[in-house]
Antibody, heavy 116, light 107 residues
Framework: EVQLVESGGGLVQPGRSLKLSCAAS????????MAWVRQAPKKGLEWVAT????????YYPDSVKGRFTISRDNAKSSLYLQMNSLKSEDTATYYC?????????WGQGVMVTVSS | DIQMTQSPASLSASLGETVTIECRAS??????LAWYQQKPGNSPQLLIY???SLADGVPSRFSGSGSGTQYSLKINSLQSEDVASYFC?????????FGAGTKLELK
């Protein structure tokens, strides 16, 4: 059974940093692209970042490019999202997802609140 | 960026009814479209991919169709467990983009 479990969320002040983690199990992690998708409270879904199988290629929308960094450790079957220079508009639930063009498995999500 | 316009924003239907949700892309996305269901308090779940392929474990009352810029999700014989929000997503280009969502309620 595919499982994705996020951790590392919380309350952070604007301008500060936070790192999210996602532990994957139930599939061969190193064979799949992985992604982060977020959802602001009562809002829709926004793709945040994608990383290739080896980690050599990463993709971001303009809204987070230069501030967020996605990475992975295939030996630990883990995905990460380093978020710097956080803004209030980054407040959202962040989901880890397996990315096979579509997002075919999602974690339960972790809440990030950016507020002073 | 490709804009995904989803309609309606909300929908109220009766048990057993057939429901259709539409998604229009701002340019041709060549059937690179997925539909997701998100029940209250839960994470999204994949329903349909490649515009018309049913994801594993999804009931056959769900179906997808469309091509080019116009796509739709149909739910036959609405069940109480179908109360949820539904989102479309294009993966033809980066950035992958989502529709704003349709909230489906029971009448």
């Amino acid at each position: 059974e595919v499982q994705l479990v996020e951790s590392g969320g919380g309350l952070v002040q604007p301008g500060r940093s936070l790192k999210l983690s996602c532990a994957a199990s139930g599939f061969t992690f190193s064979n799949y692209y992985m992604a982060w998708v977020r959802q602001a409270p009562k809002k829709g879904l926004e793709w945040v970042a994608t990383i290739s199988t080896s980690g050599s290629r990463t993709y971001y929308p303009d809204s987070v490019k230069g501030r967020f960094t996605i990475s992975r450790d295939n030996a630990k079957s883990s995905l990460y999202l380093q978020m710097n220079s956080l803004k209030s508009e980054d407040t959202a639930t962040y989901y880890c997802a397996r990315h096979r063009y579509r997002f075919d498995y999602w974690g339960q999500g972790v809440m990030v609140t950016v507020s002073s | 960026d490709i804009q995904m316009t989803q309609s309606p924003a909300s929908l109220s239907a009766s048990l057993g009814e057939t429901v259709t949700i539409e998604c229009r892309a701002s340019e041709d996305i060549y059937s690179n479209l997925a539909w997701y269901q998100q029940k209250p308090g839960n994470s999204p779940q994949l329903l349909i991919y490649d515009a018309n392929s049913l994801a594993d474990g999804v009931p056959s009352r769900f179906s997808g169709s469309g091509s080019g810029t116009q796509y739709s999700l149909k739910i036959n014989s609405l069940q109480s467990e179908d109360v949820a929000s539904y989102f479309c997503q294009q993966y033809n280009n980066y950035p992958n983009t989502f529709g704003a969502g349709t909230k489906l309620e029971l009448k």
